[in-house]
């Protein structure tokens, strides 16, 4: 079974991290190449605000090994402005920033505001996922949903139909949708990996991002077994801790991978740099 486990953080620029996770000395150009020594894949939100520039993406690119993934979010102008409706060039132009980042690309998540309905929105929706599909074929896609009337088995179904996965988010006020989603990828249906955001309580949660505050461990308990289970469903698994969720992600993601340790395939990481690999050929 060729299921792996990425797990990463919803970004690198935090200067709160300086002193605790990012030495004192490194430059804030340097985040990025640091932050790859320790994890494997991020989220990035920026792409939510705008698509990254090509000079952007190929400084990106040339500060991460081989193996490295970079998540994007889909940028509003398509899910929140245009509400997935005249957006093709936009979508077309973020396709393109994927094609740009390569072997680099993680799953990208489209993510829909609260009021993006089924009721109100739903043949947008369907006429969007429809068309993107065959466009997005050789990457993967997450879809968020923060409708309740989109939070169904039948919604996760279709998602799962066009290979897409449904983003599974945990986080204070949202509802659970692990078994709902669970239930449609069982038995290997559906595509091959999975998708969650870890937040927290982001409104009354830890504030600030330099330490440890509030232990969420039987929630990590419970995500280490999940983890497992898909994994067990041949699902490879991408998630991304948030600061809020315990206060400090970089030490929530080791403390989850503690757990996961012996029990799913974690990728050797940080990889051998190439006078390493040289030097055991030797």
Not at 51 to 56: D, G, K, N, V, W
Not at 83 to 91: G, I, N, P, Q, Y
Not at 140 to 167: K, S, Y
Not at 233 to 241: A, E, I, P, T, V
Request: hydrophobic share 45%.
């Amino acid at each position: 079974m060729n299921a792996v486990v990425h797990l990463g953080t919803s970004s690198w620029l935090f200067e709160g991290w300086r002193g605790v996770f990012y030495p004192e000395k490194v430059s804030r150009t340097q985040y990025l190449s640091h932050y790859a020594t320790h994890f494997d894949t991020v989220e990035v939100n920026t792409s939510f605000y705008a698509i990254p520039a090509p000079s952007t993406l190929l400084g990106w690119v040339e500060s991460v090994p081989a193996g490295f993934s970079f998540a994007l979010k889909f940028p509003r102008i398509i899910s929140h402005e245009k509400r997935l409706v005249d957006c093709t060039a936009e979508t077309l132009q973020f396709i393109d920033a994927l094609h740009s980042l390569g072997d680099l690309a993680g799953p990208a998540f489209l993510q829909l505001p609260p009021d993006f309905t089924r009721q109100v929105n739903g043949r947008a929706l369907a006429y969007y996922l429809d068309w993107l599909a065959p466009r997005v074929a050789n990457f993967r896609i997450a879809v968020e949903v923060r409708a309740q009337d989109l939070m169904t088995a039948a919604f996760a179904g279709f998602v799962a139909e066009h290979n897409f996965a449904l983003v599974l988010v945990d986080r204070a006020g949202t509802p659970d949708l692990f078994e709902t989603w669970f239930s449609v990828v069982k038995e290997g249906a559906g595509p091959d990996f999975c998708f969650v955001r870890w937040i927290g309580d982001d409104r009354n949660g830890p504030q600030g991002d330099r330490e440890l505050q509030t232990l969420r461990d039987e929630q990590l308990d419970q995500w280490a077994d999940r983890i497992v289970a898909l994994c067990g469903q041949g699902k490879s698994f991408f998630g991304y801790m948030h600061n809020p969720y315990e206060g400090h992600s970089p030490a929530s993601v080791r403390r989850l991978m503690a757990r996961l340790e012996g029990r799913v395939k974690l990728p050797a990481w940080p990889p051998p740099s190439p006078n390493e690999v040289q030097l055991s050929l030797l």
